[in-house]
């Protein structure tokens, strides 16, 4: 087969990442196997700590479907056995493990859904527990004397875990050699990973080096934050839109995200070329421009990226009429009397005039809400209503007893 330029290669490989290294390294990589007509292999691991992944997964799926659609040999690892240990990257105490089989079952799941990236027909699936498993004590102790203690708290987790005297098991110093093992018995060419995975990355380098191998250049991607804005994009964290919602929830998380984010779920979420995006950032930095219609279009091309245009198209006018116009989903329900109707329950007297814990129905968007409700005087109740899941996000509203 015939590779595209190197410049054409490398245009598309370098497309919205964080880090390469090394730069120089990787072209010559390139350039060598356009000339040995040979592919290059790429790994990404991937553990299943969960059974779904989101679009924060999507990142580095997508970065490696770059690498085939190139030609390259594209390699997931699904990380069964390192699950067990729990990747500490980025985390401030130690994991839960999961045993085989939960990981196994969370499994069978990353395959269908990376499917909506990647070309499962030139995708290589390997499991690491066929090779990390079959490792005897003492090779697990040869592979612990080729790291030390002291690098391996040049992790910055692990720094300030050690700092904050917060415990840090043995086992979580496993965790990078495993993944560096992986990577050696694949000998991989490159390893692609988010931004918290580049020391589990460089290791795998160092550990080629060890066993007489060239070692792997490696690509970081950016991590992406979830709806709140705040945290990397975690189920753990409720925070996440998932590659297998529905296009109402994924239309509708999208728009909740906040507007200094719209650009970056453009760059990173969405397969954009830099004309498209550096159009997308003038319109932004537009103050005429209501970041809110450009949110709008996100949302759409992320539904369209994963349900197709006619979804987008139904999940758009599903948030419109009923989040945007407050709609209540059941049309009928709409123009019911409101005398006799119970919009009220469930709520318990506390003491000094004031309900708590009640529940507050909204006929008009057909949604029910938490509720507190205090009588400041005999005519005059002062009413509650707030997110159940955000008991501090809510309204006030005053009701005065009608005169007979």
């Known amino acids: 087969m ?41 790994k990404l691991g991937c553990d299943p700590s969960r059974p779904d ?25 699904i990380g069964d056995f390192t699950a067990m240990i729990g990747d500490p990257s980025g985390r401030n105490k130690t994991r839960p493990q999961l045993t085989i089989e939960e990981t196994k079952t969370n499994a069978e799941t990353y395959i269908d859904q990376a499917a909506k990236i990647l070309d499962i027909e030139k995708l290589e699936i390997v499991f690491n527990s066929h090779w990390l498993n079959k490792m005897s004590f003492s090779e697990v102790i040869k592979l612990c004397s080729q790291y030390t203690v002291a690098r391996m708290l040049e992790r910055d987790d692990f720094t300030k875990r050690f700092k904050s005297e917060t415990p840090i098991s043995i086992h979580e110093f496993m965790y990078p050699l495993a993944q560096g093992m992986d990577s050696v018995e694949l000998e991989a060419d490159i390893e692609l990973g988010g931004t918290d995975q580049k020391f589990n990355l460089l290791v795998g380098r160092d550990l080629q080096k060890e066993n007489g191998q060239k070692p792997q250049s490696i690509i970081t991607l950016p991590l992406l934050e979830g709806t709140d804005g705040k945290d990397k994009m975690s189920k753990s964290y409720e925070n996440d839109i998932g590659l297998m919602d529905d296009p109402a929830n994924m239309y509708g998380k999208t728009m909740s995200i906040p507007d200094e984010l719209i650009y970056k779920y453009y760059s990173v979420a969405l397969d954009l070329e830099e004309s498209k995006l550096l159009s997308i950032k003038e319109k932004l930095d537009d103050k005429s421009t209501n970041p809110r219609d450009i949110k709008r279009d996100l949302a759409r091309e992320l539904v369209q990226m994963y349900h197709g245009e006619k979804k987008s198209q139904e999940a758009q006018a599903h948030f419109e009429k009923v989040i945007v116009n407050k709609e209540n989903p059941e049309e009928k329900l709409r123009s019911r009397k409101r005398m006799g109707l119970k919009i009220m329950q469930d709520f318990v007297y506390k003491g000094d005039n004031v309900w708590e814990d009640g529940r507050i129905y909204k006929p008009t968007n057909g949604k029910t809400y938490g509720g507190k409700a205090t009588l400041v005087d005999a005519n005059t109740l002062e009413l509650e209503g707030y997110l159940i ?4 996000i809510g309204k006030k509203s005053t009701w005065k007893r009608k005169a007979s």
């Not at 997964?57 to 390259?72: D, Y």
């Not at 899941?389 to 501090?392: D, K, R, T």
């Open 53 to 77: 992944l989101h679009i924060g997964h999507s990142v580095v799926l997508r970065k490696l479907s770059h690498f085939q659609q190139l030609g390259h040999k594209a390699i997931l690892v």
């Open 389 to 392: 899941s955000l008991p501090f």
């Open 2 to 42: 015939s590779f595209p330029t190197l410049e054409d290669q490398w245009s598309l490989i370098s497309r919205g990442v964080e880090e390469i290294i090394p730069e120089d390294e990787l072209k010559k990589k390139i350039s060598k196997s356009s000339e040995n007509n040979k592919p290059l292999k790429i």
